[in-house]
């Protein structure tokens, strides 16, 4: 008699470790080339998705969902790459921004794409403490709600909103009082 394989989500299959590559790779890959930019992205991603396959005995989705376990991971690794991350936002303060005529997709990517922010808004972000800046851009880039944050860098809900909080604030003040996702980009 075969037995029929019960179809589950990534989040309880971690036997077959495909799905749940297949399931986030764009998206983590989405985040982590905003953060690092393209080339770094790949070497990232690759690395975060090698650590999760070797801990995935020690996942416990009692913790963190599959995708705030990954963006947790991908998170510590951009930390690596943090002088390269500060770097490429210290380079679009010096050069400004490339002029493009994109799409109304693009252009409502672009507003919070660490590769294409204004250089006040770049220096603004390159200034936030790292938690701080983690918090920001996980809310920002990746979409990740406060919980889905706590979860994936292994802080309270509280400290989420204390950071984003701050971080908001700091990068108001340096602009003069505006939002950066209501002000034109483009």
Known sequence: MAVVPVEHPPDQRLDDFSTVFDAYFDEIHGYVARRLGPAPAEDVVAETFLVAFRKRARYNPAKATMRSWLYGIATNLVHKHRRAEVRALRAMIRHGLPPTSPGHEERVTAQVSAESLRSELAEAIARLSQGQRDVLL???????????????????????????????????????????MEADHG
């Not at 880039?141 to 509280?158: D, K, M, R």
């Not at 909080?165 to 950066?180: D, E």
């Open 138 to 180: 996980l809310t920002a880039l990746a979409g990740l709600s406060h919980e889905e944050i706590a979860a994936a860098l292994g802080i309270s809900y509280g400290t989420v909103g204390s950071r984003l909080n701050r971080a908001r604030s700091k990068i108001r003040t340096a602009l003069g009082g505006v939002n950066p």
